[in-house]
């Protein structure tokens, strides 16, 4: 597997209105993605911007982690099955949205890394 880029970075809150409104009133960044957009049906999320770099919110009820990095890779489905066969533990399989593919895996103390491909060829 070949990383091209680190597409977000992803932090995990309990509260997605209050995490805004500090990220943007707060903090000044741009919404990017507002919470309750499109995508967010499954999981609430937003993305705002901070200089090209994009910080992803993704609300859980019982937050599992603190943060994770996306990679970007050209094929989520054959870095998964690369990285399986060397054993690499596989968190959450690959799955589809309407703008990309991901999947999970854990680095050996157990953080996740999320494996991430946009439909659009695009990345960072």
Not at 10 to 26: G, K, L, N, P
Not at 35 to 42: K, R, V, Y
Not at 79 to 96: F, Y
């Amino acid at each position: 597997m070949k990383a091209k880029a680190v597409d977000f970075v992803s932090y995990i809150v309990s509260d997605m209105a209050r995490s805004v409104t500090f990220y943007r009133d707060v903090l000044g960044l741009e919404v990017a993605l507002p919470w309750g957009g499109p995508g967010t049906s499954h999981v609430p999320f937003a993305e705002l911007e901070a200089g090209g770099t994009t910080i992803s919110l993704t609300q859980l009820p019982q937050p599992q982690t603190n943060a994770i990095v996306a990679l970007a890779v050209d094929d989520v489905h054959a870095a998964v099955e690369e990285l399986r066969g060397k054993g690499v533990p596989i968190e959450m399989e690959p799955i589809e949205t309407g703008d990309c593919f991901m999947a999970v895996v854990a680095d050996p103390d157990g953080n996740n890394i999320l494996i991430h491909q946009r439909k659009d060829g695009t990345c960072g």
